[in-house]
């Protein structure tokens, strides 16, 4: 393994470390390990509370302090679940309206 492709991996896993700990209940184990990105490759998709992330998305949330409210409103609804719209264009304020069977679902009981 190549200096370079080690100091990303430990970038990214501190990127991630940070977001978690945004949005982790504190009586949670909320250590990021190599183990929660698909495949066991740092620096691809990361599952993290049954979510599928990239690190640009994790990069934005943290960029943008997010709060978790806003996090799952656009995970839930225009990302994971009802549609893709990417967080870039979800934080400049685009939200779609419903059409057929992709409407925003309710979010009230979902917790993190």
Not at 10 to 37: I, S
Not at 85 to 98: A, D, E, Q, V
Request: net charge negative; with cysteine; proline share 2%.
């Amino acid at each position: 393994m190549t200096d370079i492709t080690k100091n990303y991996e430990c970038a990214v896993l501190d990127m991630c470390q940070e977001f978690v700990d945004m949005y982790a209940d504190e009586r949670e184990e909320n250590k990021v390990t190599k183990e929660d990105f698909v495949g066991c490759v740092i620096g691809d998709v990361i599952c993290l509370w049954d979510c599928y992330l990239n690190i640009q998305d994790i990069k934005l949330a943290i960029e943008h302090k997010m709060t978790w409210d806003e996090f799952i409103e656009w995970y839930y609804n225009y990302e994971g679940v009802g549609g893709y719209i990417n967080l870039r264009s979800w934080l400049m304020g685009l939200r779609p309206k419903c059409t057929g069977n992709t409407c925003p679902i309710d979010l009230s009981n979902i917790k993190k």
